[in-house]
């Protein structure tokens, strides 16, 4: 019946893991280069390589946020640490050192793993109520909850808080512009429900 713009729940979350995200990258890519460095003939263009996109990544976090479209090149940045890290894999298992080709590989699964999540959390999503109840969303599908799990959902001033009847209280910001008169349309239907 309602549908309401929100941030995503994880959001906040995700933005506080990035930077050490980014730098475990990072700092893989840079012990890279030092163990290419320190093979019998090392190969100066592998390490050059593992050194740039190492410094990149440790150095993405503390510039990201001057990007205007910032998810997006969050996306980029993982697809460059996901390609490196599939590189590496080749790179080492060519040279005979299995071991560190399947860490990298495994990696890199990781990271396309992770860069997916934070595409999807970075992508509007929306919370509903209807006769039902509330469908949150969640990282990869949807989540109901009936009114009958709730003590009480309100909207007030961009902000939906909802009370679970486990003392749990979530809160969401709302990303649309709500009039006043649809805001306590929404509240008398929430409290409708909750009384049923």
């Keep these: 019946m309602y549908k309401l713009k929100i941030l995503h729940p994880n959001t906040v979350t995700r933005l506080r893991l990035q930077p050490v995200m980014h730098g475990l990258a990072g700092i893989l890519f840079l012990f890279n280069a030092i163990g290419t460095y320190n093979s019998p003939k090392p190969n100066w263009a592998v390490v050059i390589y593992f050194i740039v996109v190492g410094l990149a990544s ?5 510039i990201m946020r001057r990007f ?20 590496g894999f080749l ?14 590989l495994i990696i890199g699964l990781g990271l396309v793993y992770i860069g997916w999540a ?13 006769n039902m109840g509330v469908q ?7 989540r109901n909850i009936g009114w009958n799990q709730l003590n009480n959902v309100i909207l007030r001033n961009d902000l939906l808080t909802i009370d679970f009847k486990n003392n749990k209280i979530l809160q969401l910001d709302i990303l649309d512009n709500i009039s006043d008169v649809k805001m306590g349309e929404i509240n008398a239907f929430c409290k409708h429900r909750l009384g049923n």
């Design 91 to 104: 790179y080492f298992l060519t040279h005979m050192q299995p071991l560190i080709a399947v860490l990298h």
């Design 118 to 130: 934070e595409y999807r959390i970075f992508q509007p999503v929306y919370v509903g109520l209807d």
């Design 136 to 142: 949150l969303p969640t990282t990869f599908s949807q």
């Design 58 to 62: 440790l150095v993405f976090p503390f």
């Design 68 to 87: 205007q479209h910032f998810s997006g090149a969050n996306s980029v940045m993982r697809l460059v640490q996901v390609f490196v890290c599939f590189t």
